[in-house]
């Protein structure tokens, strides 16, 4: 039976490569079009498991566990995000009632 860093030799690097990189790409297409706020922050979270997914290949693909020290390290970073980024919207919702980014301008005055 073949360990897991030996199954997941056998699917070549640029394949990855391949999959990371459109995830990131949709994911910078979901921060730079969308004016909902949530959807914003799942584009980042999109962004960030890109990056997740590039690092335990590499790390697995080269035998090297500090790329997956480095994925936990991000998903605890991220997890923090989300729950700083909830809460702001939260209180973004209860004061303007809505979340669209376009309107948040009305907080600068």
């Keep these: 039976m073949q360990s897991i860093p030996d199954i997941i030799r056998t699917i070549p690097l640029a394949h990855y490569i391949l999959v990371?990189?459109?995830?990131?790409?949709?994911?910078?297409?979901g921060v730079l079009?969308?004016?909902?706020?949530?959807?914003?922050?799942?584009?980042?979270?999109?962004?960030?498991?890109?990056?997740?997914?590039?690092?335990?290949?590499?790390?697995?693909?080269?035998s090297d566990p500090s790329g997956q020290i480095f994925v936990f390290f991000i998903m605890a970073v991220a997890?923090?995000?989300v729950a700083v980024g909830l809460a702001i919207i939260v209180m973004i919702y209860r004061n303007i009632q809505s979340i669209d980014i376009g309107i948040l301008n009305k907080l600068k005055n």
């Design 20 to 29: 990371s990189s459109a995830l990131f790409c949709i994911g910078i297409l």
């Design 79 to 81: 997890a923090a995000e």
């Design 33 to 62: 079009t969308r004016r909902n706020a949530i959807i914003v922050f799942m584009a980042i979270e999109l962004m960030l498991n890109a990056v997740n997914l590039l690092l335990a290949a590499f790390s697995s693909y080269y």
